[in-house]
């Protein structure tokens, strides 16, 4: 479990990274299919995954996906982020018990809307498993907490 480090949109910088480690369990496997009511039996079923290319069972992607957010919501840039957009490339699959190291780095700041984007990859072992970029609207010291209306004059 990560812990929780706020970053506010003026300490953030080009180049700043985050790594989170997970490996994943079976039990991460089943619970995911739970919530996300996605029980294709490639996830959950050893029979099943036999008959596949991939020969055991593997990772849902988004479960996968949901260990960047992870980083995101808790570190980099932390409470308070916006997830606004995120792309994703699954390259190679993700099996139970593998160790997944999540790198995320900011790439680019955006001012106007207090917006950074960042890349993202995984990897297990020397074998990127998924890449893509997030785009996250950031909290400011400056800005009027979300939501919040000027008042009436
Ligand atoms: C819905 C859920 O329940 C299911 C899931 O969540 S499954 C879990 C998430 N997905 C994965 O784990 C898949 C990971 N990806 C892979 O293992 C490989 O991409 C693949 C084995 C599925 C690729 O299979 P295949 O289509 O046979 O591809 P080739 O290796 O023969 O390559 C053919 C061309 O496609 C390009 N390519 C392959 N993968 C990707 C990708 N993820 N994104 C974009 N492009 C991809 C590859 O480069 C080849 O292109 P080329 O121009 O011909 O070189």
Redesign the pocket.
């Known amino acids: 479990m990560l812990e929780l480090r706020t970053l506010f949109y003026e300490d953030l910088s080009v180049g700043m990274t985050e790594t989170f480690i997970k490996t994943v369990s079976a039990s991460d496997v089943v619970g995911f299919a739970e919530v996300s009511g996605?029980r294709?039996p490639?996830?959950l079923s050893e029979h099943f995954a036999a008959r596949t290319?991939?020969k055991s069972r593997?990772?849902?992607?988004?479960?996968?996906a949901s260990l960047i957010s992870a980083v995101l919501g808790t570190r980099l840039p932390g409470p308070g982020a916006i997830y606004l957009s995120q792309s994703l490339?699954?390259?190679?699959?993700?099996h139970i018990d593998d160790e997944v190291v999540v790198t995320v780095e900011v790439i680019e700041l955006l001012e106007r809307g207090h917006r950074a984007r960042l890349h993202c990859e995984c990897h297990v072992g020397e074998t990127l498993?998924?890449d893509g970029e997030a785009m996250v609207k950031v909290p400011s010291r400056t800005a009027r907490p979300l939501g919040s209306r000027p008042l009436a004059t």
């Open positions: 996605d294709n490639i996830h290319p991939f593997i990772a849902h992607g988004l479960y996968t490339n699954f390259k190679a699959p993700v498993v998924l």
